[in-house]
């Protein structure tokens, strides 16, 4: 079935740094989503991505629909402490985009040391 | 805007036993999915329901079923409980035209002992 390979799987980094991290599949996407989960809460959407070559800023957070359509990258700037969580790749394959079939990587820990 | 809630937020159970595990989604969106999340793992998707029906199911044996009710809440059943099956469930719902963007609840973490 279809994978998502994320990198890296953790981040221990000062705060200030920024922080990039990417996704990567062996199939087509139609949507790439990013999350971040806290620890005893559910998953929060960051950003969502629907064309290829597509770049979205939300506020610090920066994330780009790679044009192969193969692979994503979320980039954070200027860290601060509550940026500490597991950041999610999450997309749509070509089959699976009306069914809320969404498939997951396996998570970017990220830990910031004030 | 009510968000995702889901019951009960913690609950344990035996191998063999059956549990059911409760879903209101956000005002306004009629589509739900559950998914499994595994310690230190990405969530798997299970199932989705919409219009009271199942639309759409991942890699998971029939003993997983699940409900949608009229006001668009839902229910998650497993039957004959393995050890395996521990995990935090997330419900996620979803308007019909924003389907790719999903609100996920807390999460029901279960413990199978």
């Known amino acids: 079935g279809q994978q998502l390979n994320q990198s890296p799987q953790s981040m221990f980094i000062q705060e200030g740094e920024d922080v990039s991290m990417n996704c990567t599949s062996s199939?087509?996407?139609?949507?790439w989503l990013w999350y971040k989960q806290d620890p005893g809460e559910g998953p929060v959407l960051l950003i969502a991505l629907y064309k290829a070559g597509e770049l979205t800023s939300n506020g610090r957070l920066t994330a780009q629909f790679g044009i192969t359509r193969k692979d994503s990258f979320l980039n954070i700037s200027a860290s601060i402490p509550s940026d500490v969580g597991i950041y999610f790749c999450?997309?749509?394959?070509?089959?699976?985009?009306?069914?809320?079939?969404?498939?997951f990587g396996q998570g970017t820990t990220l830990q910031v040391k004030p | 805007e009510t968000g995702v809630t889901q019951s009960p937020t913690h609950l344990i159970k035996t191998r063999g036993q059956q549990v059911t595990l409760r879903c209101s989604s956000q005002?306004?969106?009629?589509?739900v999915s559950w998914y499994q999340q595994a310690l230190g793992q990405g969530p798997q998707f299970i199932f989705q329901?919409?219009?009271?029906?199942?639309?759409g199911r991942g890699n998971f044996p029939p003993r997983f079923s699940g409900l949608q009710f009229p006001n668009y809440s839902s229910e998650l059943n497993v039957n004959a409980l393995e050890l395996d099956d521990s995990a935090l469930y997330l419900c996620a719902s979803s308007s019909l035209s924003g389907a790719n963007v999903l609100t996920f609840g807390a999460g029901s973490r279960l413990t199978v002992l």
């Open positions: 005002s306004g969106h009629n589509t």
């Open positions: 999450a997309g749509h394959g070509e089959s699976s985009s009306n069914t809320g079939k969404l498939i």
């Open positions: 199939s087509i996407f139609n949507t």
């Open positions: 329901y919409y219009r009271e029906e199942e639309n």
